[in-house]
Protein backbone atom coordinates (compact mmCIF):
# COMPACT_ATOMS: atom_id res chain seq x y z
CA UNK A 1 0.00 0.00 0.00
CA UNK A 2 1.04 3.38 -0.57
CA UNK A 3 0.23 6.30 1.42
CA UNK A 4 -2.19 8.57 0.14
CA UNK A 5 -3.63 10.23 2.59
CA UNK A 6 -1.87 13.21 2.73
CA UNK A 7 1.99 14.60 1.58
CA UNK A 8 3.63 12.69 3.85
CA UNK A 9 4.95 10.13 2.12
CA UNK A 10 3.84 10.88 -1.14
CA UNK A 11 5.42 14.45 -1.48
CA UNK A 12 8.16 14.16 1.14
CA UNK A 13 10.86 17.39 1.33
CA UNK A 14 14.00 15.61 1.56
CA UNK A 15 16.32 17.95 3.39
CA UNK A 16 18.43 15.58 5.21
CA UNK A 17 18.53 15.01 8.54
CA UNK A 18 21.85 14.54 10.52
CA UNK A 19 21.76 11.66 12.07
CA UNK A 20 23.53 11.08 15.19
CA UNK A 21 25.08 7.93 14.51
CA UNK A 22 24.15 5.38 17.46
CA UNK A 23 25.22 2.65 14.74
CA UNK A 24 26.51 0.10 17.67
CA UNK A 25 26.31 -3.49 17.71
CA UNK A 26 22.38 -4.38 18.24
CA UNK A 27 23.43 -7.90 20.27
CA UNK A 28 23.12 -7.54 23.93
CA UNK A 29 23.24 -3.83 24.32
CA UNK A 30 20.39 -3.24 26.57
CA UNK A 31 21.97 -5.37 29.92
CA UNK A 32 25.19 -3.75 30.19
CA UNK A 33 23.86 -1.64 33.62
CA UNK A 34 23.45 -4.40 35.47
CA UNK A 35 25.33 -7.37 36.28
CA UNK A 36 23.93 -11.20 36.22
CA UNK A 37 23.26 -12.53 40.09
CA UNK A 38 21.19 -8.97 40.46
CA UNK A 39 17.17 -10.37 41.19
CA UNK A 40 14.77 -9.60 38.21
CA UNK A 41 13.42 -6.49 36.91
CA UNK A 42 10.23 -8.26 35.95
CA UNK A 43 8.89 -12.19 35.82
CA UNK A 44 6.37 -13.64 33.63
CA UNK A 45 5.29 -17.06 35.15
CA UNK A 46 2.60 -19.52 35.10
CA UNK A 47 3.02 -19.29 30.91
CA UNK A 48 3.33 -21.57 27.66
CA UNK A 49 6.25 -20.07 26.90
CA UNK A 50 7.05 -20.90 23.44
CA UNK A 51 10.72 -20.01 22.94
CA UNK A 52 11.70 -20.37 19.03
CA UNK A 53 14.86 -21.11 20.43
CA UNK A 54 15.54 -24.70 19.09
CA UNK A 55 17.38 -25.34 22.21
CA UNK A 56 14.91 -24.65 24.69
CA UNK A 57 11.87 -24.71 22.85
CA UNK A 58 9.42 -24.70 25.47
CA UNK A 59 9.55 -23.03 29.03
CA UNK A 60 7.28 -21.70 32.08
CA UNK A 61 8.69 -18.33 32.72
CA UNK A 62 10.97 -15.71 31.50
CA UNK A 63 13.11 -13.78 33.67
CA UNK A 64 13.77 -10.00 32.35
CA UNK A 65 16.87 -7.89 33.60
CA UNK A 66 18.22 -4.28 32.19
CA UNK A 67 15.74 -4.61 29.39
CA UNK A 68 17.23 -8.03 27.78
CA UNK A 69 15.87 -11.25 28.81
CA UNK A 70 17.95 -12.75 31.62
CA UNK A 71 16.14 -16.56 32.26
CA UNK A 72 13.71 -18.50 30.71
CA UNK A 73 13.01 -21.88 32.29
CA UNK A 74 10.64 -23.25 34.95
CA UNK A 75 8.57 -21.51 37.34
CA UNK A 76 10.71 -22.83 40.22
CA UNK A 77 13.87 -21.71 38.22
CA UNK A 78 12.85 -18.14 37.15
CA UNK A 79 11.28 -17.19 40.31
CA UNK A 80 14.28 -18.06 42.44
CA UNK A 81 15.36 -14.65 40.34
CA UNK A 82 13.04 -12.54 41.81
CA UNK A 83 13.96 -10.06 44.65
CA UNK A 84 12.23 -7.37 46.38
CA UNK A 85 11.40 -5.27 43.98
CA UNK A 86 10.84 -7.76 40.87
CA UNK A 87 7.36 -7.50 39.36
CA UNK A 88 5.65 -10.75 38.79
CA UNK A 89 3.78 -10.71 35.94
CA UNK A 90 1.26 -14.12 36.26
CA UNK A 91 0.44 -15.57 32.57
CA UNK A 92 -2.11 -17.60 34.01
CA UNK A 93 -1.97 -20.44 31.76
CA UNK A 94 -1.94 -18.39 28.67
CA UNK A 95 0.87 -18.32 25.62
CA UNK A 96 4.05 -16.50 25.83
CA UNK A 97 5.71 -15.67 22.48
CA UNK A 98 8.78 -13.62 21.30
CA UNK A 99 7.27 -10.17 20.70
CA UNK A 100 5.51 -10.25 17.80
CA UNK A 101 6.50 -7.96 14.99
CA UNK A 102 4.02 -6.93 12.11
CA UNK A 103 6.86 -6.74 9.31
CA UNK A 104 4.54 -4.28 6.70
CA UNK A 105 2.73 -1.51 8.40
CA UNK A 106 1.97 1.77 7.63
CA UNK A 107 2.08 3.88 11.21
CA UNK A 108 1.20 7.76 10.38
CA UNK A 109 -1.19 6.82 7.90
CA UNK A 110 -3.22 4.24 10.74
CA UNK A 111 -3.02 7.11 13.15
CA UNK A 112 -4.39 9.55 10.49
CA UNK A 113 -7.09 7.58 10.14
CA UNK A 114 -8.15 6.63 13.78
CA UNK A 115 -7.99 10.80 14.16
CA UNK A 116 -9.81 11.65 11.10
CA UNK A 117 -12.73 9.78 9.00
CA UNK A 118 -12.09 5.79 9.24
CA UNK A 119 -14.24 4.35 7.13
CA UNK A 120 -12.85 0.93 6.63
CA UNK A 121 -16.13 -1.79 6.89
CA UNK A 122 -18.91 0.73 6.07
CA UNK A 123 -21.29 -0.85 3.12
CA UNK A 124 -22.69 1.85 1.65
CA UNK A 125 -21.96 5.29 0.10
CA UNK A 126 -24.77 7.09 1.25
CA UNK A 127 -23.10 5.93 4.98
CA UNK A 128 -20.05 7.28 3.90
CA UNK A 129 -21.66 10.81 2.66
CA UNK A 130 -23.27 11.15 6.27
CA UNK A 131 -20.14 10.67 8.16
CA UNK A 132 -18.52 13.30 5.67
CA UNK A 133 -20.88 15.90 6.05
CA UNK A 134 -20.38 15.32 10.10
CA UNK A 135 -17.17 15.90 10.17
CA UNK A 136 -17.46 18.65 7.60
CA UNK A 137 -19.03 20.52 10.17
CA UNK A 138 -16.48 20.26 12.67
CA UNK A 139 -13.49 21.55 11.11
CA UNK A 140 -11.70 24.74 11.17
CA UNK A 141 -11.67 27.15 8.03
CA UNK A 142 -9.59 25.58 5.38
CA UNK A 143 -9.29 22.29 6.37
CA UNK A 144 -9.86 19.30 4.32
CA UNK A 145 -11.70 16.08 4.58
CA UNK A 146 -9.51 13.49 4.57
CA UNK A 147 -9.15 9.74 6.16
CA UNK A 148 -9.93 6.35 4.43
CA UNK A 149 -10.83 2.71 4.10
CA UNK A 150 -13.42 2.79 2.01
CA UNK A 151 -13.82 -0.28 -0.31
CA UNK A 152 -16.36 -0.46 -3.39
CA UNK A 153 -16.63 -4.25 -3.16
CA UNK A 154 -18.18 -4.01 -0.40
CA UNK A 155 -21.28 -1.88 -1.68
CA UNK A 156 -24.27 -2.90 -4.43
CA UNK A 157 -22.65 -3.38 -7.90
CA UNK A 158 -19.07 -3.32 -6.60
CA UNK A 159 -18.40 0.25 -8.77
CA UNK A 160 -16.21 2.56 -8.22
CA UNK A 161 -18.20 5.76 -7.04
CA UNK A 162 -17.80 9.11 -8.30
CA UNK A 163 -17.31 12.91 -6.54
CA UNK A 164 -21.04 13.30 -6.75
CA UNK A 165 -22.12 12.18 -2.94
CA UNK A 166 -19.06 13.65 -1.70
CA UNK A 167 -19.45 16.99 -3.30
CA UNK A 168 -23.15 17.12 -2.25
CA UNK A 169 -22.05 16.04 1.00
CA UNK A 170 -19.06 18.72 1.05
CA UNK A 171 -19.74 20.89 -1.16
CA UNK A 172 -17.27 24.08 0.01
CA UNK A 173 -14.57 21.99 1.62
CA UNK A 174 -12.04 19.63 -0.21
CA UNK A 175 -12.51 16.18 0.84
CA UNK A 176 -10.07 13.23 -0.15
CA UNK A 177 -10.38 9.61 0.97
CA UNK A 178 -8.17 6.72 0.22
CA UNK A 179 -9.66 3.11 -0.65
CA UNK A 180 -8.86 0.44 1.85
CA UNK A 181 -5.47 -0.80 -0.48
CA UNK A 182 -4.15 3.22 -0.82
CA UNK A 183 -4.21 2.46 -4.04
CA UNK A 184 -6.95 5.01 -5.43
CA UNK A 185 -8.37 8.27 -4.17
CA UNK A 186 -11.98 9.76 -4.17
CA UNK A 187 -12.02 13.47 -4.35
CA UNK A 188 -14.73 15.39 -4.02
CA UNK A 189 -15.58 18.68 -6.65
CA UNK A 190 -13.59 21.32 -4.62
CA UNK A 191 -10.65 19.15 -4.15
CA UNK A 192 -10.64 18.70 -7.93
CA UNK A 193 -11.03 22.80 -8.46
CA UNK A 194 -8.44 23.20 -5.57
CA UNK A 195 -5.90 20.73 -7.42
CA UNK A 196 -7.05 22.60 -11.50
CA UNK A 197 -8.15 18.95 -12.45
CA UNK A 198 -10.32 19.28 -15.98
CA UNK A 199 -11.20 17.22 -18.26
CA UNK A 200 -8.06 18.38 -20.01
CA UNK A 201 -5.75 17.15 -17.44
CA UNK A 202 -3.67 14.20 -18.47
CA UNK A 203 -3.16 11.44 -17.12
CA UNK A 204 0.26 10.81 -15.68
CA UNK A 205 2.81 8.07 -16.04
CA UNK A 206 2.23 4.73 -13.52
CA UNK A 207 -1.49 6.48 -12.95
CA UNK A 208 -4.84 6.83 -14.19
CA UNK A 209 -7.62 9.50 -13.80
CA UNK A 210 -11.18 8.01 -14.21
CA UNK A 211 -13.56 9.73 -16.68
CA UNK A 212 -16.75 9.37 -17.64
CA UNK A 213 -18.77 9.03 -20.94
CA UNK A 214 -17.97 12.33 -21.48
CA UNK A 215 -14.16 12.34 -20.84
CA UNK A 216 -15.30 14.54 -17.59
CA UNK A 217 -12.85 13.12 -14.22
CA UNK A 218 -15.36 11.41 -12.19
CA UNK A 219 -13.57 11.88 -8.91
CA UNK A 220 -11.26 8.69 -8.96
CA UNK A 221 -7.20 8.83 -9.02
CA UNK A 222 -5.70 5.85 -9.68
CA UNK A 223 -1.98 5.28 -8.56
CA UNK A 224 0.19 7.91 -9.46
CA UNK A 225 -2.72 9.98 -10.50
CA UNK A 226 -3.46 10.68 -6.72
CA UNK A 227 -1.07 13.00 -6.38
CA UNK A 228 -2.17 15.52 -8.56
CA UNK A 229 -4.60 16.28 -5.86
CA UNK A 230 -2.63 15.05 -2.43
CA UNK A 231 0.19 17.85 -3.85
CA UNK A 232 -2.27 20.58 -2.67
CA UNK A 233 -3.38 18.57 0.37
CA UNK A 234 -1.92 20.80 3.26
CA UNK A 235 0.79 18.70 5.14
CA UNK A 236 0.66 17.76 8.59
CA UNK A 237 2.29 19.93 11.25
CA UNK A 238 4.88 17.76 13.07
CA UNK A 239 3.15 17.64 16.50
CA UNK A 240 -0.12 16.43 14.37
CA UNK A 241 1.75 14.14 13.10
CA UNK A 242 3.47 13.04 16.16
CA UNK A 243 0.32 12.78 17.49
CA UNK A 244 -0.99 9.86 14.62
CA UNK A 245 2.15 7.96 15.67
CA UNK A 246 1.42 7.95 18.58
CA UNK A 247 -2.30 6.61 18.50
CA UNK A 248 -1.29 4.04 16.27
CA UNK A 249 1.29 3.00 18.59
CA UNK A 250 -0.95 2.73 21.64
CA UNK A 251 -3.33 0.29 19.04
CA UNK A 252 -0.21 -1.90 18.17
CA UNK A 253 0.30 -2.56 21.55
CA UNK A 254 -2.67 -3.42 22.26
CA UNK A 255 -2.76 -5.91 19.41
CA UNK A 256 0.58 -7.65 21.17
CA UNK A 257 2.74 -5.93 18.36
CA UNK A 258 6.44 -5.23 20.23
CA UNK A 259 7.42 -4.31 16.32
CA UNK A 260 6.38 -2.95 13.46
CA UNK A 261 8.67 -2.37 9.91
CA UNK A 262 6.89 0.83 8.51
CA UNK A 263 6.64 0.41 4.69
CA UNK A 264 7.64 4.39 3.48
CA UNK A 265 8.50 6.70 5.40
CA UNK A 266 9.63 10.42 4.40
CA UNK A 267 11.96 12.27 6.21
CA UNK A 268 9.55 14.82 8.13
CA UNK A 269 8.21 11.36 9.62
CA UNK A 270 11.54 9.52 10.71
CA UNK A 271 12.33 13.36 12.42
CA UNK A 272 9.20 12.98 14.20
CA UNK A 273 9.90 9.11 15.28
CA UNK A 274 12.97 10.09 16.57
CA UNK A 275 11.53 13.21 18.47
CA UNK A 276 9.45 10.55 20.13
CA UNK A 277 12.47 8.08 20.32
CA UNK A 278 14.14 10.86 22.25
CA UNK A 279 11.22 11.88 24.42
CA UNK A 280 11.04 7.83 25.59
CA UNK A 281 7.68 7.96 23.86
CA UNK A 282 7.70 5.12 21.29
CA UNK A 283 6.07 2.48 23.10
CA UNK A 284 7.49 0.19 20.64
CA UNK A 285 10.02 -0.64 18.21
CA UNK A 286 10.02 0.69 14.87
CA UNK A 287 12.42 -0.68 11.52
CA UNK A 288 11.93 2.36 8.85
CA UNK A 289 11.53 2.04 5.23
CA UNK A 290 12.38 4.98 3.25
CA UNK A 291 10.04 5.80 0.70
CA UNK A 292 12.38 5.62 -2.02
CA UNK A 293 9.88 6.47 -4.58
CA UNK A 294 9.38 9.92 -2.83
CA UNK A 295 13.29 9.95 -3.81
CA UNK A 296 12.25 11.20 -7.15
CA UNK A 297 15.12 9.97 -8.79
CA UNK A 298 17.98 7.40 -7.76
CA UNK A 299 21.16 10.27 -7.41
CA UNK A 300 18.18 11.78 -4.84
CA UNK A 301 18.04 8.16 -3.01
CA UNK A 302 21.95 8.45 -3.55
CA UNK A 303 22.02 11.46 -2.24
CA UNK A 304 19.70 10.90 0.93
CA UNK A 305 21.31 7.30 1.36
CA UNK A 306 24.79 8.63 1.87
CA UNK A 307 24.18 8.72 5.62
CA UNK A 308 25.00 5.66 6.79
CA UNK A 309 22.07 3.45 8.37
CA UNK A 310 20.28 4.55 11.87
CA UNK A 311 20.20 1.39 14.13
CA UNK A 312 18.27 0.63 17.05
CA UNK A 313 18.62 4.40 18.10
CA UNK A 314 17.62 5.03 21.70
CA UNK A 315 16.90 1.31 21.74
CA UNK A 316 13.91 1.99 19.28
CA UNK A 317 14.13 3.48 15.79
CA UNK A 318 16.15 1.34 13.03
CA UNK A 319 16.19 2.83 9.45
CA UNK A 320 18.25 1.25 7.11
CA UNK A 321 15.95 0.25 4.73
CA UNK A 322 14.42 1.23 1.44
CA UNK A 323 10.50 0.90 -0.10
CA UNK A 324 10.27 1.07 -3.85
CA UNK A 325 7.09 0.20 -5.83
CA UNK A 326 6.83 -1.52 -9.08
CA UNK A 327 2.90 -1.90 -9.45
CA UNK A 328 -0.32 -1.14 -8.26
CA UNK A 329 -2.89 -3.16 -6.10
CA UNK A 330 -5.28 -5.77 -7.44
CA UNK A 331 -8.09 -4.16 -5.92
CA UNK A 332 -8.08 -1.46 -8.15
CA UNK A 333 -6.64 -3.52 -11.22
CA UNK A 334 -3.28 -1.75 -11.04
CA UNK A 335 -1.12 -4.99 -10.00
CA UNK A 336 1.23 -5.76 -13.43
CA UNK A 337 0.31 -9.22 -14.92
CA UNK A 338 1.56 -10.46 -18.39
CA UNK A 339 -2.07 -11.28 -19.56
CA UNK A 340 -5.44 -8.50 -19.34
CA UNK A 341 -7.43 -9.09 -16.12
CA UNK A 342 -9.98 -11.54 -16.31
CA UNK A 343 -12.32 -9.12 -15.54
CA UNK A 344 -11.30 -6.10 -17.59
CA UNK A 345 -9.91 -7.17 -20.71
CA UNK A 346 -7.47 -5.20 -22.28
CA UNK A 347 -6.10 -3.76 -18.52
CA UNK A 348 -2.87 -5.36 -17.79
CA UNK A 349 -2.57 -3.26 -14.68
CA UNK A 350 -0.04 -0.08 -14.08
CA UNK A 351 3.86 -0.13 -13.40
CA UNK A 352 4.09 2.50 -10.75
CA UNK A 353 7.99 2.72 -11.30
CA UNK A 354 9.41 1.72 -14.18
CA UNK A 355 11.36 -1.35 -13.99
CA UNK A 356 14.61 -0.23 -14.99
CA UNK A 357 14.18 2.51 -12.07
CA UNK A 358 13.68 -0.38 -9.59
CA UNK A 359 17.10 -1.83 -11.08
CA UNK A 360 18.96 1.48 -10.62
CA UNK A 361 17.27 2.28 -6.97
CA UNK A 362 17.98 -1.35 -5.69
CA UNK A 363 21.55 -0.65 -7.01
CA UNK A 364 22.17 3.15 -4.92
CA UNK A 365 20.66 1.52 -2.01
CA UNK A 366 22.69 -2.08 -1.71
CA UNK A 367 26.35 -0.09 -2.58
CA UNK A 368 25.22 2.29 0.54
CA UNK A 369 24.33 -0.42 2.49
CA UNK A 370 20.55 -0.26 2.49
CA UNK A 371 18.12 -3.45 2.31
CA UNK A 372 15.32 -2.99 -0.45
CA UNK A 373 12.03 -3.52 0.02
CA UNK A 374 9.79 -3.68 -3.64
CA UNK A 375 5.71 -3.76 -3.41
CA UNK A 376 5.27 -6.29 -6.13
CA UNK A 377 1.47 -8.12 -6.78
CA UNK A 378 1.04 -8.96 -10.22
CA UNK A 379 3.07 -12.06 -11.93
CA UNK A 380 4.97 -9.75 -14.08
CA UNK A 381 5.48 -7.20 -11.26
CA UNK A 382 7.36 -10.11 -9.23
CA UNK A 383 9.03 -11.51 -11.85
CA UNK A 384 10.46 -7.86 -12.83
CA UNK A 385 11.24 -6.73 -9.17
CA UNK A 386 13.23 -10.53 -9.49
CA UNK A 387 14.93 -9.63 -12.75
CA UNK A 388 15.81 -6.12 -10.84
CA UNK A 389 17.32 -7.94 -8.08
CA UNK A 390 19.61 -10.57 -9.29
CA UNK A 391 20.84 -7.82 -11.85
CA UNK A 392 21.60 -5.20 -9.21
CA UNK A 393 23.09 -8.27 -6.54
CA UNK A 394 25.40 -9.66 -9.92
CA UNK A 395 26.44 -5.65 -9.76
CA UNK A 396 27.14 -5.14 -6.04
CA UNK A 397 28.28 -8.14 -4.01
CA UNK A 398 26.66 -7.27 -0.79
CA UNK A 399 27.63 -9.48 1.89
CA UNK A 400 24.19 -9.49 3.38
CA UNK A 401 21.59 -8.08 1.60
CA UNK A 402 18.27 -9.85 2.26
CA UNK A 403 16.11 -8.01 -0.38
CA UNK A 404 12.64 -8.22 0.40
CA UNK A 405 9.04 -8.53 -2.29
CA UNK A 406 6.19 -6.84 -0.23
CA UNK A 407 3.08 -8.87 -0.57
CA UNK A 408 4.13 -11.06 -3.51
CA UNK A 409 0.37 -11.73 -4.25
CA UNK A 410 0.20 -13.87 -7.50
CA UNK A 411 2.96 -15.08 -8.21
CA UNK A 412 3.97 -17.08 -11.13
CA UNK A 413 4.78 -20.54 -10.29
CA UNK A 414 7.84 -20.71 -12.11
CA UNK A 415 9.42 -17.93 -10.32
CA UNK A 416 8.82 -19.42 -6.94
CA UNK A 417 12.38 -21.11 -6.91
CA UNK A 418 14.32 -17.66 -7.59
CA UNK A 419 13.39 -16.29 -3.87
CA UNK A 420 15.26 -19.13 -2.61
CA UNK A 421 18.00 -19.05 -5.14
CA UNK A 422 17.99 -14.95 -5.02
CA UNK A 423 17.97 -14.86 -0.70
CA UNK A 424 14.32 -12.99 -1.47
CA UNK A 425 12.26 -12.92 1.61
CA UNK A 426 8.69 -12.89 0.79
CA UNK A 427 7.22 -10.24 3.37
CA UNK A 428 3.02 -10.92 2.96
CA UNK A 429 0.14 -10.24 4.84
CA UNK A 430 -1.72 -13.15 5.68
CA UNK A 431 -5.20 -10.99 6.10
CA UNK A 432 -4.94 -10.00 2.41
CA UNK A 433 -6.08 -13.16 1.35
CA UNK A 434 -8.80 -13.33 3.46
CA UNK A 435 -9.71 -9.88 2.71
CA UNK A 436 -9.56 -10.23 -1.18
CA UNK A 437 -10.68 -13.70 -1.49
CA UNK A 438 -14.64 -12.38 -2.53
CA UNK A 439 -13.06 -10.87 -5.88
CA UNK A 440 -9.66 -11.91 -6.66
CA UNK A 441 -10.15 -15.10 -8.85
CA UNK A 442 -12.64 -13.13 -10.60
CA UNK A 443 -9.93 -10.89 -11.64
CA UNK A 444 -7.10 -13.39 -12.73
CA UNK A 445 -9.01 -16.28 -13.48
CA UNK A 446 -8.36 -20.19 -12.20
CA UNK A 447 -4.72 -20.57 -13.90
CA UNK A 448 -3.02 -17.86 -12.27
CA UNK A 449 -5.17 -18.18 -9.47
CA UNK A 450 -3.52 -21.20 -7.98
CA UNK A 451 -0.47 -18.57 -7.47
CA UNK A 452 -2.78 -16.14 -5.23
CA UNK A 453 -0.92 -15.79 -1.31
CA UNK A 454 0.87 -18.88 -2.19
CA UNK A 455 2.16 -19.54 1.24
CA UNK A 456 2.84 -22.73 0.80
CA UNK A 457 4.31 -22.73 -2.46
CA UNK A 458 6.58 -19.85 -0.62
CA UNK A 459 7.36 -22.12 2.02
CA UNK A 460 7.95 -25.44 0.57
CA UNK A 461 9.95 -24.10 -2.13
CA UNK A 462 12.16 -23.40 1.37
CA UNK A 463 12.20 -19.55 1.09
CA UNK A 464 10.83 -17.34 4.10
CA UNK A 465 7.75 -15.71 4.76
CA UNK A 466 7.86 -12.48 6.78
CA UNK A 467 4.36 -11.68 8.32
CA UNK A 468 2.33 -8.44 8.66
CA UNK A 469 -0.67 -6.76 7.81
CA UNK A 470 -0.46 -3.46 5.66
CA UNK A 471 -2.65 -1.95 8.25
CA UNK A 472 -4.66 0.31 8.26
CA UNK A 473 -5.06 -1.64 5.12
CA UNK A 474 -5.97 -4.72 7.19
CA UNK A 475 -6.44 -4.51 11.11
CA UNK A 476 -3.21 -3.75 12.80
CA UNK A 477 -4.32 -7.26 14.80
CA UNK A 478 -1.31 -9.94 14.41
CA UNK A 479 -4.27 -12.16 15.92
CA UNK A 480 -6.47 -11.60 12.98
CA UNK A 481 -3.85 -12.13 10.00
CA UNK A 482 -2.70 -15.73 12.28
CA UNK A 483 -6.83 -16.97 11.94
CA UNK A 484 -6.08 -15.80 8.34
CA UNK A 485 -2.87 -18.36 8.20
CA UNK A 486 -4.22 -20.77 9.40
CA UNK A 487 -7.89 -21.42 7.83
CA UNK A 488 -7.89 -19.08 4.91
CA UNK A 489 -11.41 -18.34 5.85
CA UNK A 490 -12.62 -15.33 7.13
CA UNK A 491 -14.17 -14.45 10.50
CA UNK A 492 -17.66 -15.99 9.55
CA UNK A 493 -15.54 -19.43 8.57
CA UNK A 494 -16.17 -18.76 5.16
CA UNK A 495 -15.19 -20.86 2.86
CA UNK A 496 -16.34 -23.82 4.96
CA UNK A 497 -12.66 -25.41 4.13
CA UNK A 498 -10.78 -22.35 3.29
CA UNK A 499 -9.90 -20.11 0.15
CA UNK A 500 -7.90 -22.93 -1.99
CA UNK A 501 -6.78 -24.89 1.18
CA UNK A 502 -3.87 -26.09 -0.28
CA UNK A 503 -2.02 -22.74 0.53
CA UNK A 504 -2.11 -22.66 4.63
CA UNK A 505 0.01 -22.49 7.18
CA UNK A 506 0.54 -24.28 10.48
CA UNK A 507 0.27 -22.69 13.36
CA UNK A 508 4.18 -23.17 13.68
CA UNK A 509 4.82 -21.69 10.35
CA UNK A 510 2.41 -18.64 11.30
CA UNK A 511 4.03 -17.85 14.68
CA UNK A 512 7.58 -17.96 13.19
CA UNK A 513 6.84 -15.83 10.32
CA UNK A 514 5.42 -13.18 13.12
CA UNK A 515 8.70 -13.49 14.75
CA UNK A 516 11.87 -15.28 13.85
CA UNK A 517 11.38 -14.66 10.18
CA UNK A 518 10.27 -10.66 10.65
CA UNK A 519 13.12 -10.40 13.21
CA UNK A 520 15.38 -11.89 10.55
CA UNK A 521 14.06 -9.67 7.45
CA UNK A 522 15.10 -6.64 10.41
CA UNK A 523 18.47 -7.87 10.88
CA UNK A 524 17.08 -8.25 14.68
CA UNK A 525 17.44 -12.06 14.52
CA UNK A 526 20.18 -12.51 17.20
CA UNK A 527 18.43 -9.92 19.62
CA UNK A 528 15.09 -10.41 18.71
CA UNK A 529 12.67 -12.89 17.03
CA UNK A 530 13.79 -15.59 20.11
CA UNK A 531 13.43 -15.91 23.94
CA UNK A 532 16.51 -16.83 25.10
CA UNK A 533 19.34 -14.51 27.42
CA UNK A 534 20.17 -12.07 25.97
CA UNK A 535 18.36 -11.24 23.71
CA UNK A 536 15.78 -7.81 24.01
CA UNK A 537 13.04 -8.49 26.20
CA UNK A 538 10.03 -8.54 23.89
CA UNK A 539 7.14 -10.82 24.71
CA UNK A 540 3.49 -11.07 23.79
CA UNK A 541 1.69 -12.89 26.66
CA UNK A 542 -1.89 -13.71 25.51
CA UNK A 543 -4.73 -15.03 27.51
CA UNK A 544 -4.93 -18.58 26.03
CA UNK A 545 -2.27 -20.91 24.28
CA UNK A 546 -3.62 -20.81 20.66
CA UNK A 547 -2.53 -24.49 20.39
CA UNK A 548 -5.49 -25.51 22.35
CA UNK A 549 -8.07 -23.64 21.40
CA UNK A 550 -9.67 -23.73 18.24
CA UNK A 551 -9.07 -21.90 15.33
CA UNK A 552 -12.31 -19.24 15.61
CA UNK A 553 -11.49 -18.50 18.72
CA UNK A 554 -7.95 -16.67 18.00
CA UNK A 555 -9.12 -13.47 17.03
CA UNK A 556 -10.71 -13.17 20.05
CA UNK A 557 -8.05 -14.19 22.23
CA UNK A 558 -7.09 -11.53 24.56
CA UNK A 559 -3.63 -9.59 25.02
CA UNK A 560 -2.35 -10.12 28.21
CA UNK A 561 0.95 -7.96 28.07
CA UNK A 562 3.25 -6.62 25.45
CA UNK A 563 6.22 -6.15 26.96
CA UNK A 564 9.28 -4.38 24.97
CA UNK A 565 12.60 -3.88 26.01
CA UNK A 566 11.06 -5.29 29.58
CA UNK A 567 8.87 -2.29 29.96
CA UNK A 568 4.99 -2.86 29.47
CA UNK A 569 3.66 -1.50 26.95
CA UNK A 570 0.12 -2.88 27.32
CA UNK A 571 -1.60 -4.47 29.69
CA UNK A 572 -5.23 -6.15 29.87
CA UNK A 573 -7.83 -4.67 32.30
ZN1 LIG B 1 1.83 -1.14 2.34
Redesign the pocket.
Known amino acids: ??QRLHRIAARPSFALPIFSLAAMAAAGSGCASRRAGEPADLIVFNGKVVTMNPEKPEAQAVAVRGGTIAAVGTDAEVLALAGDATRRLDARGGMVLPGLIDA?G?IASLGEQIANLDLRGVDSVAEIARRVRERAAGLQPGEWVTGGGWDQNLWPGEQFPDHRPLTQASPDRPVWLSRID?HAMWANRKAMQLAGITRNTPDPVGGSIERDAKGEPTGIFIDNAADLVGKVVPPASRERLKSWITLALQRCAQAGLTEVHD??VSAEQVAAFKELADAGQLPLRVYLMWSGMGMGSAEALDKALAEPPLINYKDRVTLRSVKLMIDGAMGSRGAVFFADYDDDKGNRGLFVMDPKAIEEYTHVALKRGYQVNT?AIGDRGIRLTLDAYEKALAANPSPDPRPRI?HLQCIAKDDVPRLKSLGVIASMQPSHATSDMYWADERVGAERGQGLYAWRWVIDSGAMIAAGS?FP?DPERPLVGIHSALTRQDLKHWPETGWHPDQKMTLDETLRAYTVNAAYAGYEEKVKGRLAPGYWADLTVLAKDLRAIPPPEIPDTGVAYTIVGGAIAHEAR
Open positions: MMHHGAGHEDV
